[in-house]
């Protein structure tokens, strides 16, 4: 199974930007599904952002779309989220997510099996 390690998180100005990354390992990073989710104080974790396997294709919630990109480099088992235009509502723990398989919802939280720790992003206004 893989182990998931965010990092990159801090604290930013609203209008700033933050490189968010995870790195995988115990696996084979290629096989995984990969995903961003967020989680404010109070609030239900929700979908950021998810990349395929190969990268071909990227998935975005509509309060990101166009301010935030996922990438990967499947030679370096990592995955990342540039972050621009960072807002306050942007403020929340972030969580890389994983699975082999995309059997449901890929904008899911339950879709997936495995979770980093998460890493915080402070937007301050």
């Known amino acids: 199974q893989v182990q998931l390690v965010e990092s990159g998180g801090g604290l930013v100005q609203a209008g700033g930007s933050l490189r968010l990354s995870c790195a995988a390992s115990?696996?084979?990073?290629?096989?995984?599904?990969m995903a961003w989710f967020r989680q404010a104080p109070g609030k239900e974790r929700e979908f950021v952002a998810a990349?395929?396997?190969?990268?071909?294709?990227?998935y975005y919630a509509d309060s990101v779309k166009g301010r935030f990109t996922i990438s990967r480099d499947n030679a370096k088992n990592t995955v990342a989220l540039q972050m621009n235009s960072l807002k306050s509502g942007d403020t929340a723990v972030y969580y890389c997510?994983?699975?082999?398989?995309?059997?449901?919802?890929?904008?899911?939280?339950?879709?997936?099996?495995?979770w980093g720790q998460g890493t915080q992003v402070t937007v301050s206004s």
């Open positions: 115990g696996d084979t990073f290629r096989d995984y599904f």
């Open positions: 990349i395929s396997w190969s990268a071909i294709s990227t």
């Open positions: 997510a994983a699975d082999k398989s995309i059997s449901t919802d890929l904008r899911r939280h339950e879709t997936y099996v495995y």
